[in-house]
């Protein structure tokens, strides 16, 4: 249940347990790379190569998610607490119903998927199978993601942390298991690792759904779930579809750049896998940040607090730049090393650590991006981050990075300019949008006039 106390919505508060819940989910992908790479590096390719496109995929569902998230918190600052559940109840229903539908297509498509996307030929088998019974479970992650962002965005932000804590342990028992036939399972290699994964969402469903319908002032009720407020649900899609299209604008420009990276080979495929394992640290550390702050501005902007809401973003980033900055530097450090654990490919380590100076340009900028985006978004501006991902990851992130990376023969370091580009672009363009509070002037100006008329109309009233 809800705790109505302010405490619930600080920045510490609200983003260590997103960290740790982040991490662990990290960590679940990281062993997931360590121990595929025991079984070949073209298994570690299939399933960075199938990340991305689950990615993409489950930004339909998180249109509805992200949008419910952000209003839940508003409302609550708003003490408009029926509301908040009304649309808690409405968003898993949504988002289940989206998650059947890619189940469906992923489970039946795999290997057609796979092909139309340029994966390379010898690679198609391994494909098929791990995207089959992932995928196959993609309404899994529609139920987690949503009920964790419900959840999350009433304050309670320890909840989900402590789901991913088990499913993290249950995973890595499973994983080791299943790849080398430990504790009496069978040892199934790549589809074990999959099986994996959907047994231990499955379970995190589970224990997110007892949660779930205790987040509230009032328990939800299974006959509930055929609640439908047309007003509300347009609320939540007027703010989450501008937010559908963004996270649509980076999932399918990585994976069409996933693509690029998948025609130079299957050496710099494993190479870029091995380093999104590597550069998550940084990029964990900034969201957990971003999104803590993105659940306490909305608390703010909902309860009338305008100028603690600007204020906010601001100290979000600066505390930020600091972790992001310090987590960066020692990937630098000692990034070859730690690539040493997951490959011995020499070729492959060569690749990503010629990459590892240009991420200590990179991080800040996401940082910056996030920070100020997910600042934006907390104020239902979601349009405008919109406009500028269209523009920015189309052209300069996908187009640039096909120009650079294999017209011009750059490879992986021609796209990583380019994604270092659109990151500080998005960010300088989020900071002085920001800065010049638009939203937050609405809302003082019509706070002031609420007090203006308010004690004129009780008098008429009286009257």
């Not at 009496?184 to 290699?189: A, I």
């Not at 224990?207 to 439908?228: A, D, H, K």
């Not at 189309?394 to 120009?403: H, K, Q």
Request: hydrophobic share 50%.
């Amino acid at each position: 249940m809800l705790d109505k106390g302010k405490n619930n919505f600080t920045l510490w508060v609200l983003a260590w347990p997103i960290f740790i819940e982040l991490f662990l989910q990290f960590l679940l992908g990281a062993v997931d790379t360590l121990m595929v790479s025991r079984i070949s590096d073209d298994a570690v390719a299939v399933v960075g190569f199938s990340n991305q496109l689950f990615q993409a995929m489950t930004t339909l569902f998180m249109t509805v998610a992200s949008g419910a998230g952000i209003l839940i918190a508003q409302k609550l600052g708003a003490f408009k607490n029926l509301d908040a559940r009304k649309i808690g109840i409405m968003a898993l229903s949504v988002s289940t119903i989206i998650g059947v539908l890619l189940s469906g297509v992923l489970y039946i498509f795999p290997t057609q998927i796979a092909s139309a996307l340029q994966l390379p030929d010898r690679l198609l088998p391994l494909a098929d199978t791990y995207i089959s019974i992932v995928g196959g479970g993609m309404v899994l992650v529609a139920m987690m993601s949503t009920m964790s962002t419900v959840i999350r965005n009433t304050g309670n932000t320890k909840g989900p942390m402590y789901t991913a804590v088990g499913m993290n342990i249950i995973h890595v028992f499973l994983n080791y298991g299943f790849i080398f036939g430990a504790f009496g399972l069978p040892q199934w290699g790549l589809m074990g690792v999959a099986i994996s994964t959907v047994i231990s969402r499955l379970l995190a469903v589970v224990i997110l759904m007892f949660m779930f319908v205790r987040s509230f002032e009032y328990r939800i009720r299974l006959r509930e779930f055929r609640l439908f407020d047309k007003p509300l649900f347009k609320e939540i899609i007027n703010i989450g579809w501008p937010l559908g299209v963004n996270m649509s604008c980076w999932v399918f420009s990585q994976l069409i750049i996933y693509t690029f990276i998948a025609q130079l080979g299957a050496i710099e495929l494993a190479a870029r896998t091995y380093m999104n394992t590597l550069e998550s640290m940084c990029f964990l550390l900034g969201m957990s940040i971003a999104t803590g702050a993105q659940i306490q501005i909305a608390h703010l902007y909902g309860a009338g607090r305008t100028k603690e809401a600007y204020k906010a973003a601001y100290r979000a980033f600066g505390v930020g730049f600091i972790f992001v900055g310090v987590s960066a530097l020692v990937i630098y450090v000692s990034g070859a090393q730690i690539l040493g654990l997951f490959t011995q490919d020499p070729e492959i380590i060569a690749i990503g650590v010629s990459l590892l100076g240009l991420n200590l340009i990179l991080q800040p900028g996401k940082l910056l991006n996030m920070t100020l985006g997910n600042s934006l978004n907390a104020l239902g501006d979601t349009r405008f981050t919109m406009y500028i991902s269209l523009g920015s990851m189309w052209v300069i992130a996908t187009g640039m990075s096909y120009l650079l990376g294999l017209h011009y023969g750059w490879g992986l370091v021609g796209i990583y300019c380019c994604m270092i580009t659109d990151e500080y672009v998005r960010g300088v363009l989020s900071f002085f949008r920001w800065r010049g509070q638009k939203v937050l002037r609405k809302a003082e100006a019509q706070k002031s006039e609420s007090h203006e008329t308010g004690p004129q109309s009780a008098l008429f009233e009286g009257v």
